[in-house]
């Protein structure tokens, strides 16, 4: 007897190997759990579904049974026409005014991986009271009512998502500008919506890896220095104001200068606060999470706007989203989510952002950043991660037992997610297990890039001597 495969959804979503746990049995398991949550909680309503999915190998078909199984229990499903960003189908589900969401995708990681989002009904991540509750239903018998078939529409969920990105930024100030801009989509669903959305402009666009390639040429889609080499060498051979890099299903966002500098995400979402603050005069809090850098508490004290701080994940900044007045939260990878929108991240409108940011205050990039960095102190923030041999295999204790790291005494531990480890002099260390993959992951700041090197060091270090498979 083949042993049924344990699914568990992690940060964002369950993700796992194609034709190893993820398969069309298990997709099929999901989406029957999926449906029975969602029938169960609709009072005798029409429950009704949007599917997107990106270019991963066999998503468009992993959507096409998602589809079937949801009509096969009496939901109706609107279905992606093509591959899209998470951010359209976020789009799509509160537009269209969607009980839920699910985007075939597994975002960052590996090319062999793929997954499975739920979104809610504002069109933000779900979190663990949904995604808990469908775990609960896999292969629950009990859970199934004979329903009429749901009908399955199938749309272009681009048009009004790029409609939307038009309406946000302001294309009239754009209109004239002659910036040199070059995006990397990373071989991902974000394709070339930002042509669409800049058309008229004299904002001129070239792209990088734009092709479909579901391996993403052996790489992981993620929008960090390693991932991009190729990239940073065009662009220090080439003159561009401005380098956009998104994820694999763009949501998230990186940055590279005109002289080849990789500007942490982090940085951007500093950026960000003091566009949507003073250019465009709104209002609200910010969100960060645990593992964000100190340069967002001090912004936000100076601009006199509310700070919240989460655990890793951007279900949790959603979740604050809907409840609260936030103009921008962001997460320590590159996701980011703007107020008078859908809960969620947007690597596309980020990038459109940054460059309207340029536009207002009639800078380059580089210029704007060290006018940040002028103000409240250059910070260096820089992240890394240890494979594992499987999850588990690594306990955060000796984290906690840490008193001293790199010369700096540890001051004090938080174990709210991961261990963070603040230290004397201001700067952190925090090691946190992934929640998609066997791996951990490790963050530092400091006000040295020496310093903080050094403290990723010390983290991978320890991981080495305490990792039970190693």
């Known amino acids: 007897m083949c042993e049924v495969t344990k699914i568990k959804f992690g940060t964002d979503g369950w993700r796992g190997v194609i034709s190893d746990d993820f398969t069309f049995v298990n997709v099929r398991r999901v989406g029957k759990a999926v449906s029975d949550f969602y029938n169960g909680r609709s009072g005798g309503r029409k429950v009704s579904i949007a599917i997107g999915y990106d270019y991963r190998f066999l ?3 992993y959507a096409r049974i998602m589809a079937e199984v949801f009509s096969n229990n009496g939901i109706d499903v609107v279905l992606s026409d093509q591959a899209v960003p998470t951010p359209t189908l976020s789009f799509a589900v509160k537009q269209l005014g969607m009980s839920a969401g699910i985007m075939i995708t597994a975002s960052h990681n590996p090319g062999e991986y793929n997954g499975i989002k739920i979104k809610t009904a504002e069109g933000g991540a779900a979190g663990a009271d949904i995604t808990g509750e469908v775990e609960k239903l896999l292969d629950d018998p009990a859970a199934h009512v004979d329903r009429p078939a749901g009908k399955i529409r199938t749309v272009d969920m681009t048009k009004d998502y790029v409609r939307f990105l038009r309406s946000y930024v302001d294309l009239k100030k754009i209109k004239n500008a002659k910036y040199r801009v070059l995006v990397d989509p990373m071989h991902g669903s974000g394709r070339d919506f930002l042509t669409r959305v800049l058309k008229g402009t004299a904002i001129k666009l070239e792209f990088t890896r734009l092709d479909h390639n579901p391996s993403f040429e052996g790489l992981r889609p993620e929008p960090i220095p390693e991932n991009l080499q190729d990239t940073l060498a065009k662009i220090k051979k080439g003159k561009y104001d401005l380098c956009l890099v998104l994820d694999g299903d763009a949501d998230r966002i990186a940055a590279v200068t005109g002289d080849g500098e990789f500007i942490s995400p982090q940085k951007i979402l500093g950026l960000l606060m003091l566009h949507l603050n003073q250019d ?3 209002s609200g809090g910010v969100v960060k999470t645990l593992c964000g850098t100190n340069l967002i508490e001090k912004v936000a004290k100076d601009l006199g706007m509310k700070m919240y701080e989460t655990p890793v994940g951007f279900k949790y900044i959603s979740e604050l989203m809907v409840k609260e007045n936030i103009l921008v939260g962001g997460e320590e990878a590159g996701g980011m989510g703007f107020k008078d929108y859908v809960p969620e991240r947007d690597g596309s409108l980020a990038g459109l952002l940054l460059l309207e940011m340029m536009v207002m205050r009639k800078k380059t990039f580089t210029q704007v950043l060290k006018d940040m960095e002028k103000k409240y102190g250059r910070y260096y923030y820089l992240r890394d991660f240890v494979k594992l041999a499987a999850l588990g295999s690594f306990t955060m204790d000796s984290v906690k037992a840490v008193k ?22 201001g700067s952190w260390l925090m090691l946190r297990a992934s929640g998609t993959e066997p791996m951990v992951r490790i963050y530092a700041e400091s006000l040295s890039l020496k310093q903080t090197k050094d403290m990723l060091a010390f983290g991978r270090n320890l991981i080495g001597r305490h990792c039970n498979d190693r």
């Open 280 to 282: 465009r005069k709104m």
């Open 59 to 61: 998503s468009d078909k």
């Open 404 to 425: 001293n790291v790199c010369g700096k005494d540890v001051v004090k531990v938080d174990s709210t997610d991961g261990v963070k480890l603040m230290l004397s002099d």
